[in-house]
């Protein structure tokens, strides 16, 4: 199974600031990388697929880029509904297969 | 609007079995593949398997063969799950969800979870 990374496991900003979370596969996983954002009492939440498309819905202010085994989840000019935890998961092979979470804390 | 919706929490003994629920709404339920997944508390998800609503064929994980059985009623257009033998680590939240896909003009891709239900917490314990 691909094993994949993610790092930080806790962050703190501020509204307005900008963070950036990563997500490193354990082998080339091309441009097949998902974000999910997980918060209590809410079913989670697609943010983006394919490493860059953004899912329908997601606001402009988040972005994904990388490819082949490094990853970044990039979240500008934050908002205080945007704190929560953070998933990767790889959509290249199966079984698809999750990172360990960053959660993302207003500082 | 796409909507799933899952049965009410679980307590269940050592042992036993129990089978869980997701209602879908908003889209053609025989078009996709239902997923289930586990997380632990505190822990990471994990992918149990997936069944195609248009004919019941399903996937699993090496991991869950022979703990899960994933099946569907296409009338009411609602996955089920059924977990056996259950032990302490069983106890998780359980999630539904489906697995989005788009077409490039020439291949399918997907293989992510667009739509997730709400969770169910299955608890084991006597």
């Known amino acids: 199974d691909v094993q994949m990374t993610q790092s930080p496991s806790n962050l703190a900003a501020s509204p307005g600031e900008s963070v950036s979370i990563n997500c490193k596969a354990s082998?080339?996983?091309?441009?097949?990388l998902a974000w999910y954002q997980q918060k209590p009492g809410k079913a989670n939440k697609l943010l983006i697929y394919?490493?860059?498309t953004l899912q329908s819905g997601t606001p402009s202010r988040f972005s994904g880029s990388g490819s082949g085994t490094d990853f970044t989840l990039t979240i500008r000019n934050l908002e205080p509904e945007d704190f929560g935890l953070y998933y990767c998961?790889?959509?290249?092979?199966?079984?698809?297969?999750f990172g360990s979470g960053t959660k993302l804390e207003i500082k | 609007e796409v909507q799933l919706q899952q049965s009410g929490a679980e307590l269940v003994k050592p042992g036993a079995s129990v089978k869980l629920s997701c209602k879908t709404s908003?889209?053609?339920?025989?078009?996709?593949?239902m997923s289930w997944l586990k997380q632990m508390p505190g822990q990471n998800i994990e992918w149990i398997g997936n069944?195609?609503?248009?004919?019941?064929?399903?996937g699993y994980n090496q991991k869950f063969k022979g703990k899960a059985t994933l099946t569907v009623d296409k009338s009411s257009s609602t996955a089920y799950m059924d977990l056996s033998s259950l032990t302490s680590e069983d106890s998780a939240v359980y999630f539904c969800?489906?697995?989005?896909?788009?077409?490039?003009?020439?291949?399918?891709?997907?293989?992510?979870?667009?739509?997730w239900g709400q969770g169910v917490m299955v608890t084991v314990s006597s």
């Open positions: 969800a489906r697995m989005g896909y788009y077409y490039d003009g020439t291949y399918y891709y997907g293989d992510y979870f667009d739509y």
């Open positions: 394919s490493g860059s």
């Open positions: 998961q790889q959509h290249n092979e199966y079984p698809p297969t």
């Open positions: 908003g889209y053609t339920f025989s078009n996709y593949y």
């Open positions: 082998k080339s996983i091309s441009k097949y």
């Open positions: 069944i195609y609503g248009g004919n019941g064929g399903t």
